[in-house]
């Protein structure tokens, strides 16, 4: 989902026109307000300084520029010893000047949201969900202090040669299967691309389950009416401790309460916000959201879990699955978990990870990774479908009161590459339409892979004719939304009270060898 950048500057202000959603925007008396131009290059020069200037000409001498999506290169140079030490070389040779104008760009009372309201703390406070808002964030303190997660000390007792990482709180409405919102959650975020190879993070990588595999392992525990029962690790990124030294400044909005616990301030007497305290600063003791290393830790802490002290063995072929002698298993997901097996084994399963982690029981998995998931034990069959999801791409481009049509593409429509006399359009729009497009082909719709893989082609320098055509795309899924995919019993037909399902038969051949033998 689409992440939007509120900046509010810290200064002597005035209040200036309001931005769509009613805030004010606020800006610094001292400096005339910038260009577009001006914003766009202290954006990329911000980014790519919080990046570090390693990464720059390095793999096939390929740099990232923000916002074009152009001469990016995934590939990363091997990190050996040398590489490492040219890292903290080049890392350490930034002046103070970059430092300071990242650390201006990058104020913690910045808020990233996924469904682009509200943009800051205050209008999060301000607003109709004012008390969600609070919920939410005092029981992430509440959270990040029961686990430990921080000591903390003040500016002055650090040393002189660290620099602490700032930190985000990011606000989020969970949607649940209906479309409406189940849950309003609240994280605080480090800003781990400030991080330095080698000196206070390691390894990355970590790995997750196909989905292929997920819809494998879910179609046979409904054909053999295994219970699938879902459960959520509370602050899973909290539950590994971190070996390396790091520390964090907390966004202005928190102040320490007299216990020693960080805590939201809250408004003084006549509705006004008094002035927070000074910076606080933490020195981190566990793994944290947004450090480059959180991912690796999260995946390897129930690993260890699962098969030390649950006796279950990893697949040897794919990452996230975890079975047991009986043959009972566990798909992990980052911090979601589903059980399949009988219902003394779930119910074993679930006693033994409550014993080292704390979990939310979801019961009978019904929506997982943006899917609808509906079953049928009587006929040993189950339905995946993401009809909220789409529903969620057709209103982010405009087209939910869209006419829809019955094939995702035209027939009668030849692409080819853009040429300099036809009309471009806009690449970030389009790329994201066609990475939507891509998810859904995945995980629910098997009939627009194709579709979305050839929009994908063109995404570098796409023209008005291929928009066109995803937008064709986007009118078919308004056609047919609500599809379902259909997993578990292998009858030829499937009767219910309802209506008659035909089974789908699928033929797939590869003829390479008549090929060679030509």
Aim: glycine share 8%; with cysteine; proline share 4%.
């Amino acid at each position: 989902m689409r992440r939007s950048l509120a900046h509010e500057r810290e200064a002597s202000t005035e209040a200036g026109p309001a931005d769509r959603y009613g805030t004010p925007v606020v800006r610094n008396q001292n400096k005339p307000p910038l260009t577009a131009a001006e914003k766009h290059e202290k954006t990329v020069n911000a980014l790519r300084t919080g990046l570090g200037k390693y990464w720059e000409g390095h793999g096939n001498g390929k740099s990232y520029e923000a916002g074009k999506g152009k001469g990016r290169d995934d590939s990363e140079p091997e990190c050996t010893s040398d590489t490492l030490a040219q890292a903290g070389a080049a890392t350490d040779e930034r002046d103070e000047e970059e430092d300071e104008d990242v650390e201006q760009f990058f104020e913690p009372d910045l808020v990233f949201m996924v469904n682009n309201r509200p943009n800051t703390i205050e209008e999060a406070l301000s607003g109709a969900e004012k008390d969600h808002w609070i919920e939410a964030i005092n029981t992430e303190l509440d959270s990040l202090e029961d686990h430990a997660t921080w000591g903390v000390i003040t500016l002055g007792g650090l040393p002189t040669e660290v620099r602490p990482i700032c930190s985000r709180m990011a606000l989020q409405e969970n949607v649940g299967e209906d479309g409406r919102v189940a849950c309003y959650k609240a994280r605080l975020v480090g800003h781990g691309f400030c991080q330095r190879p080698g000196i206070n993070f390691g390894d990355m990588f970590a790995p997750t389950i196909l989905y292929a595999t997920i819809r494998v392992v879910l179609s046979k525990a409904a054909e053999e009416d295994k219970e699938i029962t879902q459960l959520d690790i509370v602050t899973a990124f909290l539950e590994s401790q971190i070996e390396e030294e790091l520390y964090l400044k907390l966004p202005k909005h928190f102040t320490m309460a007299k216990d020693g616990r960080v805590e939201l301030k809250m408004e003084g007497p006549g509705g006004k916000r008094s002035k927070p305290d000074s910076e606080i600063v933490v020195r981190l003791k566990r793994s944290f959201y947004g450090l480059k290393q959180a991912g690796h830790n999260c995946y390897h802490t129930p690993k260890s879990h699962f098969i030390e002290r649950m006796k279950m063995k990893p697949s040897l072929y794919e990452a996230g699955i975890y079975i047991t002698k009986t043959g009972a298993t566990i798909i992990t997901w980052v911090d979601d978990l589903l059980l399949i097996g009988t219902k003394g084994e779930v119910v074993e399963m679930k006693k033994q990870i409550r014993e080292r982690f704390q979990i939310k029981d979801l019961g009978n998995v019904k929506f997982f990774l943006s899917m609808l998931v509906e079953r049928d034990r009587e006929t040993r069959t189950m339905f995946l479908s993401q009809q909220t999801y789409l529903t969620q791409i057709l209103d982010r481009f405009s087209l939910d009161h869209c006419k829809g049509c019955s094939t995702p593409l035209d027939p009668k429509t030849k692409l080819h590459l853009r040429t300099e006399v036809e009309e471009s359009t806009e690449i970030q729009t389009y790329q994201e339409a066609v990475g939507c497009l891509r998810y859904a082909a995945i995980m629910t719709r098997p009939d627009i892979p194709y579709t979305a893989g050839l929009m994908g082609r063109f995404s570098d320098n796409p023209s008005t004719l291929q928009w066109q055509a995803v937008k064709r795309i986007l009118r078919y899924i308004q056609a047919t939304k609500g599809y379902r995919l259909l997993l578990g019993a292998g009858k030829e037909e499937i009767s219910s009270e309802q209506s008659t399902i035909q089974a789908l038969k699928v033929y797939a051949g590869a003829d390479f060898a008549r090929r060679l033998m030509e």
